[in-house]
């Protein structure tokens, strides 16, 4: 781990250019977007169920079932498998990303993270640093597992299509590529981290919300019912959850888990609505201003599903719905976690009903986010009351 900055990145330029696409052409291989995604989400939403009955209705906190339960969803795609909850190799790595992203989001790493040389020796930066450490040696040893049983006919997820596309070129004498080793551990790292935390944040805020207010709860609960019954949602059924459409979207625009998207270099001068900006500044797009708007939103800091609804509750797409950013850095996961979302979000609808711990009030749900990179719930435990 020897980069000076914490937010490691794809890079500018052609670097970059080239992860991305070969990042976009091959999860969309690996089923991004498609069927065969659905299915495995689908899947992967039966263990969570089950973990989520094992609580037998007590109150539990909903964090780490729902990271393994979406991590397992890139993971499928990335290294070619799911893993079992119970693997520690599996659990550690996806524990580690998320104390680093709430890491990330503390004073000292901002503080460093703008200014590396004054404040190199913050404490938490050395934590931070040992979990990437931890997590780059445990990646290498998964690649040398893939690398031995590596069949360049059958790719079984983005890792290997990485390798044979790296011995290709080199079988080729192309000495130059970017297709090295380290490019293939950041490519990983940035999509297991962005594939994982993101989608499970922005699903705990939804189960949160439910429990926030029951009477919204009432009303997609009896859309499910109503629409879809006891069979399994298809993420073709989107078009008739119009209600459930929306909350699911109104949950991702409060929410705003990203609000400052990532930060951006400008590449020259640019005049940007009257301000100069020189080439080299570091620009962050603040996603929240748009998803907070008040000449956007009619209620911009309440959840109030139906600003995603016209007279008639037919779903409305909104302009101003920027979560995943825009541009040419927009999400590379955008359609992934889209499906992801309401498959989960359904399914686990469907099945059980979420209300606050005994003794605590619906009002008491605080909603105040925990700042990090992604602004997450605090800490909080839900009931998970069996339904079918
Ligand atoms: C609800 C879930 C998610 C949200 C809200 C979200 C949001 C974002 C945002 C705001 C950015 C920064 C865009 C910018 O720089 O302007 C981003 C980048 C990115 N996201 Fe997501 N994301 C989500 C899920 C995912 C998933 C599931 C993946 C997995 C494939 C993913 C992969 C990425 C990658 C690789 C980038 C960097 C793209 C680049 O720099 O070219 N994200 N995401």
Redesign the pocket.
């Known amino acids: 781990f020897n980069s000076q900055h914490l937010w490691v990145?794809?890079s500018n330029g052609d670097s970059?250019r080239e992860m991305?696409r070969f990042a976009l052409t091959n999860?969309r291989d690996f089923g991004m977007g498609k069927k065969a995604c659905e299915d495995k989400i689908i899947e992967e939403c039966q263990h969570l169920i089950e973990v989520f009955k094992n609580f037998k209705g007590k109150p539990f906190d909903t964090m780490q079932p729902t990271n393994y339960a979406v991590s397992n969803i890139?993971c499928s795609m990335v290294y070619g498998s799911r893993f079992e909850y119970s693997d520690p190799e599996f659990t550690s790595m996806v524990d580690r990303t998320n104390r680093n992203v709430l890491l990330s989001g503390s004073l000292s790493l901002q503080l460093y993270n703008m200014f590396p040389r004054i404040f190199k020796w913050v404490a938490r930066r050395k934590e931070f640093v040992e979990m990437a450490v931890a997590n780059q040696k445990q990646n290498f040893a998964l690649f040398r597992r893939l690398k031995e049983t590596l069949n360049p006919e059958m790719c079984r997820g983005f890792v290997d299509a990485f390798l044979v596309r790296k011995q290709n070129l080199e079988a080729s004498g192309n000495k130059n590529s970017h297709f090295h080793n380290e490019n293939l551990l950041m490519t990983v790292t940035?999509?297991f981290s962005?594939?994982t935390e993101?989608?499970s944040t922005?699903l705990r805020w939804g189960l949160l919300l439910m429990a926030k207010y029951p009477k919204i709860q009432d009303r997609v609960q009896e859309e499910l019912r109503r629409v879809i019954g006891d069979r399994q949602v298809q993420v073709s059924d989107r078009k008739s959850l119009q209600f459930t459409d929306a909350v699911i979207h109104e949950t991702?625009r409060l929410a705003s888990?990203?609000p400052t998207?990532?930060p951006?270099r400008t590449s020259r001068d640019i005049t940007f609505q009257g301000s100069f900006i020189k080439k080299g500044t570091t620009v962050y797009?603040l996603?929240t201003s748009v998803l907070h708007d008040p000449s956007e939103w009619e209620k911009p800091h309440s959840f109030h599903p139906a600003h995603f609804l016209d007279k008639d509750g037919k779903f409305v797409k909104r302009d101003a719905f920027l979560?995943?950013?825009a541009g040419r850095?927009?999400?590379?996961?955008e359609s992934?976690?889209r499906m992801e979302?309401f498959i989960f979000f359904t399914t686990l609808l469907q099945h059980f009903r979420f209300t606050p711990a005994p003794g605590v009030r619906e009002d008491d749900l605080d909603l105040t986010p925990r700042g990090g990179i992604t602004l997450s719930p605090m800490p909080h435990l839900l009931c998970a009351v069996p339904q079918m």
């Open positions: 990145l794809w970059w991305r999860l890139i940035n999509l962005a594939g993101t989608t922005t991702q888990i990203v998207a990532l951006h797009p996603l979560p995943f950013s850095r927009i999400c590379l996961g992934l976690a979302l």
